[in-house]
């Protein structure tokens, strides 16, 4: 059979430029011989980034998308699910958030001119990639120097300086490191700052970007013994999120891990994996936006730390595994003005997560391959009591004390399954089927927000929410089909998908109770939501495909549509992502490149009523780019995003919620940005 793959087509051109210089292009994951199926996970790697989010690079994967509430702050969405139903790792690990709007997703963690890759398991996502996995798992990995081969240390490195006009943009980052055939010491760095960004109308304020990174990484390997220890520093400034109520002022912290990994005699590997986290948040709504009324001016200062453990063993067709994890989050509100003023939002919050699993993968019969996985979960959760400013009106005491004295400690049990089949049906085309059933227990704010605010892990609706302690956990019924067609100049790789959502978490209105709606009215909202358990069901289709029309000339591009709705009303789901198709032409040459993108988008009308949701129009964006090859060891790319200055507005992109910006009103759709023209250098050594 030809041995062909389904390569994204900038792989497969910087394959084609940099085949000499094999050593600057990682290739990972991406060849595996004698299957017709695509590669799991689906690997992109990093492209020479024009903007700092990493949520652009996770748009490139089929399927997926991001809701972008501020610069960097973009959370994962996958086949119309999002935020925790998305289980997001960086470098092969979880984590937590410290802000309760998701502020810092964990895609805000990693500068694009860090980045290694994205990757996504398409469709199901295997029980092994993590705990709550309903929405899928989408992985990046920051860029690695491996071990060298022979006992002398050498140093090698990769730099990247990049410059966008939109903003001013400037981003860099170094990565580089001692390694020898059993040690790597290695030190990484990211770099970001930009100014507000233009739409075609005017200035989207605040669109400010600051973010530093520090890594320090030391590994160890002999004869399949493998040791390693990660120690990631973050340090974003101040970073405009105008589609949420506060701006980020800082967040600061840092994540630890260490893995131990070993090949036994007798072949079989076990892997470990031990983490800790500890961040720190501050966020107001007075220092980057325009509020003239000293009294509502608030800051708060959300906290997270967290640890975790996970361990699994391979034998043959087998493996098993455990999984833990705890964290804990505080938020507190202030008022500048007022230091007497407090509202304990969240107080000693612990989510805690057990977990164990098995999964087997092998042939079933003489055609079909099955992978099937099962996984228990316990969920524990626990709230400690609140308290808050005694000056605040009655309504708010009578809440606080019915929380404190409602049964905060919750338990869920939780059980996915998953089996996968697929098989070969001629050389070049393959077939997948996938049932799964999968789980994901409330958030701590679905749970335990108990003043009407807007925390509501970025959904950005505008709406005040508040919680029900007793909320039960979301099981959906999925199901997968899916096609590779390769071909020595084409590759086809088409899924459809259904999801059938039982006690799916919603906001849903017509809250009657006097007290909540007193409070949410003071707070800017008369018609609050609460976080309910209802039936939904998403599907559609995605692609990607490639085609080579000749050795210099080749098409790719990708195709996603879902289409989200509720079971119990005629309502649709809220921030569901339009019909969106890339399509790329290249030209190849061995030392540049040259490619025109079109990103066409679909007309949203199939909006939420409970959400309050606008439709959106359609629109074309066009992007230009090039790479030039200038020697063995310097990679210049530049490129126009927007080329036509097009005014667009993004479905995921939210509404303006920043005052005193004359060019955009509050409560209107935030602008899509204008034209940018970058330049961005690679260099290896
Ligand atoms: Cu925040």
């Not at 990631?232 to 949420?244: P, S």
């Not at 339009?578 to 009308?605: F, G």
Request: aromatic share 10%; net charge negative.
């Amino acid at each position: 059979m030809p041995n062909y793959k389904l390569l994204p087509i900038p792989l497969l051109l910087l394959g084609m430029t940099t085949l000499s210089y094999a050593e600057q292009v990682s290739l990972p994951t991406l060849s595996v011989e004698g299957v017709a199926g695509e590669v799991a996970p689906y690997t992109l790697p990093s492209l020479p980034a024009s903007t700092a989010d990493l949520g652009d690079m996770v748009k490139r994967l089929p399927g997926a998308t991001v809701n972008r509430n501020g610069i960097i702050s973009s959370i994962a969405q996958y086949r119309g699910l999002f935020g925790h139903r998305v289980n997001v790792k960086l470098d092969g690990t979880g984590m937590h958030e410290a802000g309760p709007n998701s502020m810092d997703a964990p895609l805000s963690y990693l500068a694009s001119s860090r980045t290694g890759n994205v990757s996504v398991y398409r469709g199901i996502a295997p029980v092994r990639t993590g705990i709550e996995t309903i929405g899928g798992t989408i992985e990046a990995e920051s860029k690695r120097i491996d071990f060298a081969t022979g006992d002398e240390f050498k140093l090698h490195g990769n730099l990247v300086a990049g410059y966008a006009s939109l903003g001013h943009t400037r981003q860099s980052s170094f990565t580089t490191a001692l390694t020898n055939q059993h040690h790597r010491i290695q030190v990484s760095g990211s770099s970001d700052r930009g100014d507000d960004l233009d739409f075609k109308g005017g200035t989207i304020r605040p669109t400010k970007q600051d973010r530093d990174s520090l890594g320090l990484h030391y590994g160890y390997q002999n004869q399949g013994h493998e040791h390693e220890i990660n120690i990631e520093h973050i340090d974003m400034g101040v970073n405009g999120t105008a589609a949420l109520p506060m701006d980020i002022i800082f967040f600061r912290g840092e994540r630890y891990n260490m893995k131990h990994s070993d090949i036994l005699a007798n072949g079989n590997q076990y892997d470990i994996t031990l983490r800790y986290q500890d961040i720190d948040h501050r966020m107001d709504n007075y220092s980057h936006r325009t509020n003239s009324n000293p009294m509502m001016h608030r800051f708060v200062t959300p906290d997270v730390q967290a640890g975790g453990v996970s361990f699994s063993y391979n034998m043959a067709n087998w493996t098993v595994g455990f999984d833990a994890d705890q964290a804990e989050h505080n938020a507190t509100v202030f008022n500048p003005n007022n230091a007497a003023f407090f509202v304990e939002s969240f107080n000693d919050v612990e989510r805690d997560r057990y977990s164990i699993f098995t999964e087997w993968q092998g042939e079933i019969s003489e055609h079909w391959e099955m992978e099937a996985g099962l996984r228990y979960s316990r969920i524990e959760m626990d709230a400690g009591n609140v308290d808050s400013f005694a000056g605040l009106p009655m309504a708010v005491g009578v809440l606080r004390d019915r929380f404190n004295s409602s049964d905060l400690d919750q338990e869920d049990d939780l059980i996915d399954v998953v089996a996968t089949f697929t098989r070969d049906l001629t050389d070049s085309v393959g077939v997948e089927v996938g049932f799964a059933r999968k789980t994901r227990a409330p958030s701590y704010h679905e749970r335990y927000l108990w003043i009407p605010l807007e925390i509501t892990s970025g959904l950005a609706d505008g709406n005040n929410y508040v919680g029900d302690v007793d909320l039960d956990h979301e099981v959906a019924y999925q199901f997968e089909l899916g096609l590779d067609w390769h071909s020595t100049n084409l590759a086809f790789s088409p899924r459809v998908f259904y999801h059938h959502i039982n006690d799916y978490i919603q906001g849903v209105s017509g809250i009657t109770d006097m007290a909540t709606i007193g409070v949410s009215t003071v707070n800017g909202d008369s018609t609050p939501l609460q976080y309910s358990n209802v039936d939904a069901k998403l599907y559609g289709l995605d692609a990607n495909w490639l085609y080579a029309i000749n050795s210099e000339w080749q098409l790719d591009g990708t195709v996603s549509y879902v289409r989200g709705k509720r079971r119990d009303t005629s309502d649709d789901l809220y921030r569901i992502s339009p019909l969106t198709a890339r399509t790329m032409l290249s030209y190849v040459q061995p030392k540049w490149r040259l490619a025109i993108e079109a990103e066409t988008i679909a007309k949203q009308n199939k909006v939420s009523s409970e959400n309050g949701e606008d439709k959106t129009g359609g629109y074309a964006l066009y992007h230009l780019s090039g790479q030039y090859q200038a020697t063995e060891a310097i990679t210049l790319s530049a490129g126009v995003n927007n080329l036509f200055n097009r005014g667009y507005t993004d479905h995921l992109g939210g509404y303006n919620r920043a005052a005193g910006n004359p060019d955009i009103a509050v409560g209107d759709r935030l602008p899509g940005v204008g034209r940018s023209a970058y330049i961005n250098a690679s260099i290896n050594f």
